[in-house]
């Protein structure tokens, strides 16, 4: 007899308790918490997702369509950027002229990644209750790796059409078979002491740039572009 | 092979040793304490808290009661989506199956992702056995393996260092294993958290094989989810050629919808955060992006065997959270060390024995590891009624009976060392039922009360190494009730409803009745 059927006849005689014929969607399960908590419009979401990713220390930048690359090329100078790593989809006139520019594809190995100073890409879903964003590697986003290795992401969110309240409202939009990075605040880890440290594998520097059409004001009313 | 490591003793004994150790209490109360009111804070930000820990629990339940389907149905979807699924009755198959599929590929290397369950089947020593060599890449697991330590915690397994024991083991042996660590390390967290870094670094990037465990297997997708924070998953899920996960069978949840309960519960639970870090979600593999060969090991290993039993198998929800640990008096004081598995603490004291089907001394003694206080099932967010589980599993090691033990209902004998106990409950019962001799015993207890020793001797003494012998008082409850209340039968109807028995065997609620005046 196989390892299989030796598991499978195990857990059908530890199952002996269960009705037959009892159908797995028999076994009830409520559903009856909150699929959003709190009712809140686009823009107090928006804000939400800003509190949220800047209490796990990524940095949030407003901007609107136009405005975007030059917020862009401005958080890469500021970071020193000179190697730039973008998937297919994000345009190349977000970059500042006089650094290298590499298309993210199969070829760029680990160790070519580690050589590049920063990665752009947009998101497929952000969460405002946890401050999280998606990846699922559809087109702007790139392979799972071109947003590992660098040290510094910058990620843009289109605001407010990509913006959900809640984890099951971000579950609903996006599609299991579509490899996903959740991404909250920059690599951190609570391993010495249960204290919380930023920055250990993933990228260190998290720009999270929220790109609305309407120059919305954040909740202390300052200049909506950083 | 048994999930507890090898020559650890009973839970008594071990603990004895911890408690006595002031550094590693210190360390454990403030980690411990650190975290306590970090979840609690996390927990209350949500108001359907306890709808979403009643969902958790019974989703749980059902793919439990069904895991047969749900395990055909994941591996069908996981082997449509490019993965292939294998199948380990226990831990030697399943490193037998690992060690296989690594050597497959040429490789004498494996990076590794933080897992639970590959601690529970000894991964790593089966795999250097074999010439291979694993290197954990999560920072406490590095600080474990450098230190050639063991695991004391779920989440966070050196809980038992502070950052200066950190710092000297970085200091003394990252330089065995591949980068030294740097000059002038100093022990802020910031410092050693950048060293593991640099250390690490070079590994990931010329990893040709992963190793990771799941937290969530997805049924009727295939989907596999680690959650972590530090990004050594994403590295390892996703820069190697080559991906084996090892996952025990209770890891499926249904659908991809039944994420959206987990996700909010674990990270909360676990380390207090809205969100972790980092999440990866993947189903098979995707041409061009991350791992181009995915295997998937299920893994028995005596989880059936506590699927049988009808109270125990609630064991099976946990998702690993260690919220338990954080909040258990006992987990505290004698840190994870004492529980002589990977899993310590109060989800331990039930799932260690029961994967192992009782069959150390230790998996006897940790049922006992335990108040009874509760607070690791006011704090579980799949609702693990652990004081229900630990209850039931001392009435096993107590009174024996039948379980199943590798797939077979079997007849298990109590476990050795409670014969004294045993003996004693049953004289107890024989006496209580004989209220005669219960009298005479009392009044012969009461004459002689000044000779009993402030220890038992023999096979009492275990009882009293934590316990007071309590005082024998001078007279009897029901000689001072018969001296101070007067004569027995004067009371009205006292023949049907008296509850204090008067020494003929007129209790009440035997439904005996008999003569009232004493018949000496």
């Keep these: 007899m196989s390892s299989r059927e030796t598991v499978l006849g195990r857990v059908r005689r530890a199952l002996a308790d269960v009705p037959r014929g009892e159908l797995p ?15 809140r419009s686009p823009a107090e979401a928006a804000r939400l997702l800003a509190a949220h990713l800047a209490d796990y220390r990524a940095q949030v930048h407003h901007s609107t369509p136009g405005g975007l690359p030059e917020t862009v090329a401005e958080l890469l100078v500021r970071r020193g950027a000179r190697r730039v790593v973008t998937p297919a989809g994000v345009p190349a006139e977000w970059l500042p002229d006089g650094i290298a520019h590499l298309r993210d594809s199969a070829a760029l190995t680990p160790l070519v990644l580690d050589t590049v100073d920063s990665v752009v890409t947009g998101c497929a879903v952000a969460v405002a209750e946890t401050g999280t964003l998606v990846l699922d590697g559809s087109r702007g986003q790139g392979r799972r ?10 990620c843009v969110v289109r605001v407010p059409e990509q913006v959900v309240d809640s984890v099951p409202q971000a579950l609903e939009r996006l599609d299991p078979a579509r490899p996903q990075t959740w991404i909250s605040g920059p690599s951190a880890t609570s391993d010495i002491e249960l204290d919380r440290v930023e920055g250990v594998h993933g990228p260190r520097a998290l720009d999270v740039v929220l790109v609305s059409a309407d120059r919305w004001q954040p909740a202390d009313g300052g200049a909506a572009q950083s | 092979m ?19 150790d002031e550094r590693l209490r210190g360390n454990l109360r403030h980690a411990t304490r650190t975290i306590r009111d ?18 958790g629990a019974q989703i749980k339940d059902r793919t439990l009661r069904h895991l047969d389907h749900y395990l055909e149905q994941l591996e069908a ?9 294998h199948w380990a009755t226990d831990a030697q198959e399943a490193g037998e199956i690992v060690t296989r599929l690594v050597r497959a590929t040429g490789e004498r290397e494996v990076v590794k992702v933080k897992s639970m369950v590959t601690q529970e089947i000894g991964l790593n020593e089966a795999l250097e056995q074999a ?11 590095l600080i474990v393996q450098l230190g050639e330590d063991r695991p004391s915690h779920i989440l966070v397994p050196a809980i038992h260092r502070n950052r200066s024991e950190i710092r000297e083991i970085f200091r003394e042996r990252m330089g065995h294993w591949g980068r030294p660590a740097p000059d002038g390390l100093t022990d802020r967290p910031g410092d050693l958290a950048e060293a593991a870094r640099l250390h690490l670094r070079e590994k990931f990037l010329r990893a040709k094989v992963g190793v990771s465990g799941a937290n969530f297997l997805v049924a009727e997708t295939g989907t596999l989810v680690v959650v972590e924070s530090e990004g050594n998953g994403r590295m390892c899920l996703t820069l190697p050629e080559t991906l084996i996960s090892v996952a025990g069978i209770e890891k499926v949840v249904p659908t991809w919808q039944d994420l959206e309960v987990f996700l909010q519960l674990l990270p909360r639970s676990s380390t207090a955060e809205r969100m972790n870090p980092y999440t990866s979600t993947w189903t098979g593999v995707t041409p061009g992006d991350g791992p181009a060969a995915f295997h998937l090991v299920l893994l028995d290993n005596g989880r059936t065997d506590t699927l049988a039993d009808q109270v125990g198998r609630q064991a099976l929800r946990c998702i690993r959270c260690s919220a338990c640990l954080n909040v258990c008096p006992v987990y505290e004081r004698a840190g994870g060390h004492a529980y002589g598995s990977p899993y310590p603490g109060p989800i331990g004291a039930i799932l260690t024995p029961q994967l192992d089907s009782m069959e150390t001394g230790l998996d006897a003694s940790l049922p006992y590891a335990s108040s009874l206080c509760g607070a690791c099932y006011e704090v579980c967010p799949v609702a693990i009624d652990i004081p229900e589980v630990l209850v039931h599993l001392r009435e096993r090691v107590v009174q024996g009976g039948t379980a199943t033990v590798r797939g077979e ?19 107890a019962s024989w006496t209580f039922d004989h209220p005669r001799a219960l009298r005479a015993g009392e009044r012969m207890a009461a004459r002689a009360r000044r000779l009993v020793p402030r220890r038992l001797p023999g ?33 009205p109807g006292s023949t049907t409803a008296h509850t204090v028995d008067d020494g003929t065997g007129a209790v009440g609620s035997t439904g005996r009745t008999g003569p009232l005046e004493d018949p000496r």
């Design chain 1, 25 to 39: 969607q028999q076994a009830p399960v409520a559903r009856d918490y909150l699929r959003v908590h709190g009712r």
């Design chain 1, 145 to 154: 790796r071109s947003t590992l290795v660098p040290d510094h992401h910058v």
């Design chain 2, 2 to 20: 048994s999930v507890t490591y090898l020559g650890m003793p009973p839970f008594p004994e071990a603990a004895a040793a911890a408690t006595g």
């Design chain 2, 38 to 55: 970090k979840r609690a804070a996390a927990v209350a930000e949500l108001a359907d808290w306890s709808a979403l820990r009643a969902a």
């Design chain 2, 77 to 85: 979807a996981v082997t449509a989506a490019g993965g292939t699924v």
């Design chain 2, 131 to 141: 010439g291979i060599s694993a290197y954990e890449t999560d920072l406490a697991e």
């Design chain 2, 409 to 427: 209902r079997t007849t298990v004998r109590p476990a050795r060392g409670h014969a004294a106990e045993r003996a004693a409950m049953r004289a």
């Design chain 2, 459 to 491: 096979p009492g003494r275990a009882w009293t190494d934590t316990r007071e012998v309590p005082q024998v008082p001078a007279e009897s409850f029901r000689d001072w009730w018969r001296r101070t209340r007067g004569t027995a039968g004067g009371a």
